[in-house]
């Protein structure tokens, strides 16, 4: 299958290959937790709420000198084209889960908050390629609108490597030929790395290009995340009456 | 710059699922006139003027007048993406026409990417079905240009489609149908490509009044496609591929998975339009017609001859089964074991275009106006071919190319039209040119960006070669080749030193390519293309050009040339110590023929080192070739033909049967013994995606023939493995020393073909090679005219750590489909070669009648194909004359004798006879060789 038009250069959606899908993000979703966003790439849609932070539940888990950040990824049975019932905890969402959790951990200033313990829930909404990513860029608008302390705004993006291209954003056609597949987590600021991911193999040369490709692709997702905190604020702003 | 528009769609995969997919629509996408001031014109490609005319082509267009298309002269096309997409959906093969047209920087065709384009994407309408939305979508585009270019420029739909024309001409968008548009340019010969639509198609009644049954139905009318489909899930029809017998094309068989026998079809009428290799939909007949196929034979045609069949048909091309109905004249019925069946319906054609012909006829009063003539092709299988033309005149006594269109119920002959002319008929270059057309085998000059790849001449080895640490300097060896005489593209050369342990050290050098041959450069694809290089008599047709095949690879006597060596350390008694890989350079000191080293070897006075290499190696060879046939390697034999060419003329000068001497097998000995270091050597470093060559065994039903000639001779051959096959061909001596060769050689027919493959796709168990009784082989040793060769030498590369795996490796489809592609290839180079043997034989024969010994190979009932040692010919020998109807010879199968009735005249399988060779021409156009027994 050809997934770069030879004649017109175009991917099988129209886009270029260093095109990003469409994306759209939205804060405070929920109203309960103290922190949610809505994240969509395209026809892929993700909410995170974090809640905390918080008393650590179980005390056993307590850590003194640092918070307890946990993640919860799941899939809504109705996510993907075909409503299929999924087991809670199966290899590939605990996988995920621990990615994410990972990631966060690695940006939020946990020392902070000694003896207590963050939440991170993710749920896909509507899955088409690239959740992973998605809930990154989710969790990092909830964290931000809980108001935990961050490093910096941690963004993720993949890119793969299809009919000899790099292609950034993969969506869910493109994701299951079976090819490349590179997830890079960074933080935008301080250009650092915190998530790299590989599907399959790749020459090292072509793989540095891919991974270029999808820090790119972050850092531009971080451009509008930053746009998107700004204006909650100026709407908070607003509302507090300054 | 995104806009993004979601659309849904239902798709069926077994059951309905929605698929919802973005569709981003966009303000980038240019029009691709170079005149144009507002698009970015850097990817432009149409015309330059703004007076121009811009065609804009619909699907039907495409799909059917691609002959037109391809024509130089029609340009300023303008194909729309909805239209790419709907072609390729319909027909690969035009697709892929197209899209080498789109490409062609000397055309101006441009894609214009319509789907995504802001102002022309269409929503589907309710009700509206694909086929009207797609015409929709053309003519918004179409009206896009319009206004987009301005009123100075015209932009002409070309459509056949009435409605559609219609409705563009009301929207204000001018609209033409083909022929019109041709006819307005003027130009004669193009109107020879137009593919007439069968609407349209009314002065073909002109000429119908040649046959007498003009409305009659001939044919009966295909099932649709519903009925086929749910007939095939009932086991009403079977599905398979059609098989026309090349003997006779008036039968033909189907192969069903869903029967297991094969099925046989007799005739035209149950042919029913379909031609060699479609896929068909096959009724079986009631019982009670089971014998019926005769009558129909015989009220279908008049050309019912048989051409001169000097191959060797490999194995998959014949009929699966011994064929029991007569392959000569049909002249008695079946007595088939085969249930004999009818087409119902046709799944997929396989029409394309074909070289032949035209049968010669009358010129029509009035030269200028349309003649129509029927095109007889080349190859028998295919019916003869109605044509119109305007240039009959010049096309009579020329080979042409002929694309066939449609074939309708009522017409003996589908309609088809001309595409090109090949040349004069009869002129031995025009009918090369033929041969290798009809093996696709692409001839062309290496194009610019091709030749671009290549090192400037004169080349040689540079200080940079030797200082890379990879590349060994092997210079000092005495290193020389062994060829057939002539040779000019060496890739292999030997050397062989004697060790202080009284053990060897044998290398085999081979031209190392790849030095030169990068991947996924020009040079490097269309290498990959080609597959291989092509030896016809008379002439090569390259892989690589001549200029590395020649000089800069070819590893020619006195001069350094870098080369890949096998380098092992044998013991007296040939077994292997230690084996090494490397790039190395190297110094031949004599290119020897086969004929020189072998006078070497044998002139006992010659006591010089390089003859005393020579019979190291020999002797070291001798135990080597001992050693695999003991393991069951089997030594078969094919008749292979030498030409001596005159070097003015290029006539064929004299003909006979290839020599094999020592040297020969002490060469091959070594190179197969490197193919074989290599793939142990590459598999292991690569288990999924090294190329390896692989020889099934044969099946029970491939050797039956086999085992019939031996039961009828009195030979019992075991062929329950290779080993044991080996061993009764070797036992296999009769009372003349060509006994032996002729059932090797019909051994030889039985097998199948050796094939390259990715070891990725098939387990371990199934990489053995029969023939030679290795459980691995590949290719290594010809990297100058094979492309399998050259991948390995890229795979032993990286194995070796000197380069990295280029990346195609890592993409398993992609290196399955170049495996079949090089099988591909290497079928048509040979298919090419045999054709080629069979023009130059025809050639030589036409002024010299020749009378010869033959030896018979088959037995039918009104004659029997006979083998002609000397020349290496096969050909049938009649009994009886083709006109008389049943024969007094009484043919008997099990001990493959046919007798006449009444006297004792017995002809047997694989007895010798006298027989007279001439060459005739029954029907214009088509000389054959014609063996007649000399009684």
Redesign the interface.
Known sequence: MEYV????G?R????RPN?M??IRGEIGVVAKADGSALFEM??TKVIAAVYGPREVQNKGQQINNQALVRCEYSMANFST??RTRRPKGDRRSTEISLVIRQTMEACILVHLMPRSQIDIFVQVLQA?GGTRSACINAATLALADAGIPMRDLVTSCSAGYLS?TPLLDL?Y?EDSAGGPDVTVGILAKTDKVTLLQMD????ID?FENVMQLAIEGCKAIAQYIREVLLENTKLLESRKGL | MLQSKSFAKKTKQGRVIKVVREHYLRDDIYCGATFCKVCDTSAARLSASASATILIVDTNVVLNQIDLLENPKIDDVVVLSVVLEEVRHKNLSVYNRVKALCTNPLRKFFVFSNEHHRDTYVKDMIGESPNDRNDRAIRVAARWYQSHLGESTQILLITNDRENKKRATEEGISAETVESYVKSLGKPDLLDLVVLSSSVDVPMEDVEDLRPSKKKIIYSEHKPMSEVTSGLLHGIYHQGKLRVNRYNPFEAYVGSESISEEIVICGRANMNRAFHGDIVAVELLPQDQWRDGKSLIIDDDDDDEEEVHLVPNSADDVPRFENPVQPMSGSSPPVSSHPPGRVVGIIKRNWHSYCGSLDPMPMPAGNAGVAHALFASKDRRIPKIRIQTRQLGNLLDKRIIVAVDSWDCLSRYPSGHYVRTIGQIGDRDTESEVLLIENDINSRPFSSQVLACLPPLPWSLSLEDLANSNREDLRHLRVFSVDPPGCKDIDDALHCKPLGNGNFEVGVHIADVTNFVLPGTPLDEEASQRGTSVYLVERRIDMLPKSLTEDICSLRSDVERLSFSVIWELTPDANIVSTRYTKSAIKSCAALSYVEAQARMDDSRLMDPLTTDLRNLNSLAKIMRLRRIKRGALTLASPEVKFQIDTETHDPLDIGMYQIREANQMIEEFMLAANISVAEKILKHFPLCSLLRRHPSPTKEMLEPLLRTAAAVGLDLDVSSSKALADSLDRAVGDDPYFNKLIRILATRCMTQAIYFSSGDLSPSEFSHYGLAAPIYTHFTSPIRRYADVIVHRLLAAALGISRLPPIFMDGPQLTSIADNLNYRHRNAQMASRASVELHTVIFFRNRPTDTEARILKIKSNGFIVFVPKFGIEGPVYLVAKDKGSSDWAVDEAHQKVTKAGTKITYGILQTVRIHMEVVEPQPNRPKLQLTLIS
Request: glycine share 12%; no cysteine.
């Open positions: 038009d030879s004649l017109t175009f099988l959606d129209g886009r095109d899908r469409q395209g026809n084209g075909d088409d000899s969506n056609v399959s193999k790749l020459p072509i």
